[in-house]
């Protein structure tokens, strides 16, 4: 039997490798865009199938060779024709690459183009993970009545707070994307780029040089995308800006974000989607906004959520198929793949997937568990005792074990050498009478503070396994003061609501929960300084800060976690080998 048919996927069969030269290839059809630039694209025909449907893929990463089946070549044999283009400065493509930066204006002007084709038949779809899966959303709401499918991986509409997870700069993705895309034009920039890219940004990352100067060290000469980012720092939400400080927010005066953040547009977007993602993706909080403000316009699209990370290979022929299944249904008629319930979750640590009508799942609950003294964590009340205390250190940030990653796996990982340093407080439940299965969205509500005005909190959830090995469920942090509330009381105590990442898994009987609190992620994420520059920066000074967590009765600090009722009708159980993590 064939992997692909083990796995937990619509009932397709996916084509036998010979079935796949049973086609006909167009190379580097020219599309001209409104400033004259030409873009190239490959359109791959399927023999013997008049009218077929188009699906629409524009990708920066290359149209040829092993690209070839990650842009959907296995499409083909069912009766597609596929559209592949390069986007501006890429692969043939004329302009430069500026990233994201004119993917709805390129793409829509493809749109325009195909349509006029002679071999184009009325209808198309959009596919692709990641920056495809963007492209794709940079045209949704504006595609017209011929778009009538959209089936997407590992993406969202909005790349902006991903780059500044809740305020603070991701350091390793964007240093480690961005040597990427910058070196892939040279020669075997393909293959040699992907293979290095975030040994060299971890290097850079952890060299102690300012940020403003880590693209010329990981890459050797200044990269505009980096230099762009730390420029233009600030997730959505937050307010104006104040100049480009640290404690800015919004997007930054000159509209950098305006045409690169397509979320505010999902709710007009009709065309059916399918979105799949993986809980240790770093896309995935937004993947799911964009979800949920499918749902709050009245559409009904399907969500797949499996074990995966970003670069996860497990994930490439889930997507595939439930991809093969959306674009029968909703481009050819034909809906007999497709699942009863729309929404598919893998709960890891119970091995198993779940099938629920809605995300959260419905009947899932809300409970509090407090962060008690002496390092307890449970669901009885907050305690009266003093507050917990640690110092960070920007200069010797506190490292990230684990979480998730662009680039290399985001495997769970052990992190007790992490819970032995000073400035990690691990806050532990006693041992758990019967498996607690948490599914949904994870929250911590803190009354914390610092010496410091400017200053992060990251907040990471862990299981403790009998043996003692305590591995990150989901993780997330804050940046403050800009996201913060007003301090409570007179003391300077401030409440804060800290997001960590969504997560489906089982706590089982016998183990133990545990909950971090730090202020740093380094080099996921890059340190707090403590002095309130500005990211582009060219200062060294760095400053410590004394941080407090509250517990008592009037500071009822606790990780919220949403627990589901098991429902037998809804779990089935995972092939081997699917549990990797």
């Known amino acids: 039997m064939?992997?692909?048919?083990?796995?937990?996927?619509?009932?397709?069969?996916?084509?036998?490798?010979?079935?796949?030269?049973?086609?006909?290839?167009?190379?580097?059809?020219p599309a001209t865009m409104p400033d004259g630039v030409t873009l190239l694209a490959d359109r791959y025909v399927p023999a013997g199938v008049e009218r077929p449907p188009t699906i629409l893929v524009r990708t920066p990463y290359g149209r040829r060779g092993p690209a070839a089946l990650a842009n959907g070549l296995l499409f083909v044999p069912f009766g597609f024709q596929l559209v592949v283009q390069s986007t501006r400065g890429t692969s043939g493509s004329g302009g430069e690459f500026d990233p994201l930066g004119h993917e709805r204006e390129d793409g829509l002007a493809t749109v325009?183009?195909?349509?006029?084709?002679?071999?184009?038949?009325?209808?198309?779809?959009?596919?692709?993970?990641?920056?495809?899966?963007?492209?794709?959303?940079?045209?949704?709401?504006?595609?017209?009545?011929a778009l009538k499918a959209m089936s997407l991986q590992i993406t969202a509409s909005s790349f902006r707070d991903a780059a500044y997870v809740g305020g603070s700069f991701a350091l390793e993705s964007a240093l480690t994307w961005t040597d990427l895309t910058h070196r892939q034009q040279r020669p075997f920039g393909m293959i040699t780029a992907p293979l290095t890219a975030r040994r060299r940004a971890l290097r850079a990352a952890r060299s102690g040089r300012p940020l403003a100067e880590l693209d010329v060290l990981a890459g050797g000469e200044p990269m505009r995308f980096y230099q762009d980012l730390l420029a233009n720092h600030g997730p959505a939400g937050h307010g104006p800006?104040?100049?480009?400080?640290?404690?800015?927010?919004?997007?930054?005066?000159?509209?950098?974000?305006?045409?690169?953040?397509?979320?505010?547009?999902?709710?007009?977007?009709?065309?059916?989607?399918?979105?799949?993602?993986?809980?240790?993706?770093?896309?995935?909080?937004?993947?799911?906004?964009?979800y949920l403000a499918l749902r709050a316009a009245g559409q009904a699209p399907y969500l797949t959520i499996g074990p995966w990370w970003h670069t996860d290979a497990r994930h490439g022929l889930p997507g595939i198929r439930e991809s093969l299944a959306w674009?029968?249904?909703?481009?050819?008629?034909?809906?007999?793949?497709?699942?009863?319930?729309?929404?598919?979750?893998y709960v890891t640590g119970a091995r198993e997937w779940r099938h629920y009508r809605?995300?959260?799942?419905?009947?899932?609950?809300?409970?509090?568990?407090?962060?008690?003294?002496?390092?307890?964590?449970?669901?009885?009340?907050?305690?009266?005792?003093?507050?917990?205390?640690?110092?960070?250190?920007?200069?010797?940030?506190?490292?990230?074990?684990?979480?998730?990653?662009?680039?290399?796996?985001?495997?769970?990982?052990?992190?007790?050498?992490?819970?032995?340093?000073?400035?990690?407080?691990?806050?532990?439940?006693?041992?758990?009478?019967?498996?607690?299965?948490?599914?949904?969205?994870?929250?911590?509500?803190?009354?914390?503070?610092s010496d410091r005005e400017h200053t992060d909190f990251i907040v990471r959830l862990?299981?403790?396994?009998?043996?003692?090995?305590?591995?990150?469920?989901?993780?997330?942090?804050?940046?403050?003061?800009?996201?913060?509330?007003?301090?409570?009381?007179?003391?300077?105590?401030r409440r804060i609501a800290v997001d960590l990442w969504p997560t489906g898994h089982r706590f089982a009987r016998g183990h133990?929960?545990?909950?971090?609190?730090?202020?740093?992620?380094?080099?996921?994420?890059?340190?707090?300084?403590?002095?309130?520059?500005?990211?582009?920066?060219?200062?060294?000074?760095?400053?410590?800060?004394?941080?407090?967590?509250?517990?008592?009765?009037?500071?009822?600090?606790?990780?919220?976690?949403?627990?589901?009722?098991?429902s037998p009708e809804a779990a089935m159980p995972a092939p081997p080998g699917e549990d990797a993590v």
């Open 2 to 29: 064939a992997l692909w048919d083990r796995l937990p996927s619509p009932p397709i069969r996916l084509p036998h490798p010979r079935v796949l030269s049973r086609y006909t290839v167009e190379r580097d059809l």
């Open 112 to 145: 325009a183009w195909m349509k006029r084709q002679p071999w184009f038949h009325g209808t198309f779809g959009t596919f692709g993970p990641s920056y495809l899966g963007y492209a794709a959303w940079a045209i949704a709401a504006e595609a017209g009545p």
């Open 241 to 290: 800006p104040e100049g480009l400080a640290l404690d800015g927010g919004g997007a930054a005066p000159n509209g950098y974000w305006d045409r690169r953040d397509f979320s505010g547009t999902v709710g007009q977007v009709a065309a059916p989607a399918s979105l799949l993602g993986g809980w240790y993706d770093v896309f995935l909080p937004w993947e799911i906004k964009d």
């Open 327 to 345: 674009f029968r249904a909703h481009l050819q008629g034909d809906p007999s793949g497709l699942r009863r319930d729309p929404v598919r979750l």
């Open 358 to 449: 809605d995300w959260p799942p419905p009947g899932t609950r809300q409970a509090r568990w407090h962060l008690h003294a002496a390092d307890g964590l449970g669901e009885d009340g907050p305690q009266d005792h003093p507050p917990s205390t640690y110092t960070f250190d920007p200069a010797r940030p506190t490292p990230a074990l684990g979480g998730p990653t662009l680039l290399g796996s985001s495997r769970p990982v052990d992190n007790r050498p992490l819970e032995r340093r000073p400035d990690v407080l691990a806050f532990t439940s006693p041992a758990l009478g019967d498996d607690l299965d948490v599914i949904g969205p994870v929250g911590a509500d803190l009354f914390v503070r």
């Open 462 to 493: 862990c299981d403790v396994a009998p043996d003692g090995t305590s591995r990150n469920v989901c993780e997330g942090g804050l940046r403050l003061p800009a996201a913060a509330e007003k301090p409570v009381g007179t003391a300077g105590v």
């Open 512 to 566: 133990r929960i545990r909950v971090h609190v730090t202020s740093g992620a380094h080099p996921k994420v890059a340190a707090n300084p403590g002095t309130g520059e500005p990211l582009a920066t060219t200062e060294t000074r760095m400053v410590k800060a004394r941080q407090e967590v509250f517990h008592d009765p009037d500071h009822p600090s606790a990780i919220i976690l949403p627990i589901a009722e098991r």
